[in-house]
């Protein structure tokens, strides 16, 4: 609500640039969504012992690096915050909620959590440094970054459908939109 919108979509509402995106994107948008509320309501619960906050927190972590592990495309033996690999929806979701404002506050639960992995509460890769989950062995599936796939759709919609002609006044039809 604070960021500034971007001169290319400042015509358009947020509701009708929405509005733009296929039906089964904007299921994706609305799973997003309502998964990283959920995921955040579980570790903002008040009322909760820090030792329960610090478990779900930690869960989280390995739920991240159980993501990052199936997605290893060459199968390095890096640790999990160094690899290389396509992020997928529900390390999306995941991460989203790690690094939430209101996960965030809780500073004392995830300093905690980095202590007992040894490592600095500074940054999601620092604490991803040192892993909490043992991978296995079997071969990942080929797999869409969402992330990538929503920036694309809006790198499209930002395009316009025209070209005007610097020639004769005509508009020409934008072929890399189209492709």
Known sequence: MEVPQ???I??????????????????CLRAHHILRKWLVSK????RIGSQARQARMELLLK????????????????PSAERRCIRTFVEFILTSAILS???RVYSRAWNNVANARRT????????????????????PD???DMGWTLERMLEIFSLPDVLA????GNSLVNFHKRR
């Open 6 to 8: 971007s001169p290319l």
């Open 10 to 27: 400042s015509e358009m509402s947020q509701d009708r640039l929405y509005r733009l995106f296929p039906p089964g994107l904007r299921s």
């Open 43 to 46: 570790i903002v619960a008040p």
């Open 63 to 78: 739920a991240v690096e159980v993501c990052r592990d199936r997605s290893d495309f060459d199968h390095s033996q890096h």
């Open 101 to 103: 404002p209101e996960s």
């Open 120 to 139: 600095g509460s500074e940054s999601l890769v620092a604490m991803l440094a040192r892993p909490g989950y043992r991978p296995s062995s079997g071969l």
């Open 142 to 144: 080929l797999i869409t």
């Open 165 to 168: 002609s610097s020639m004769d």
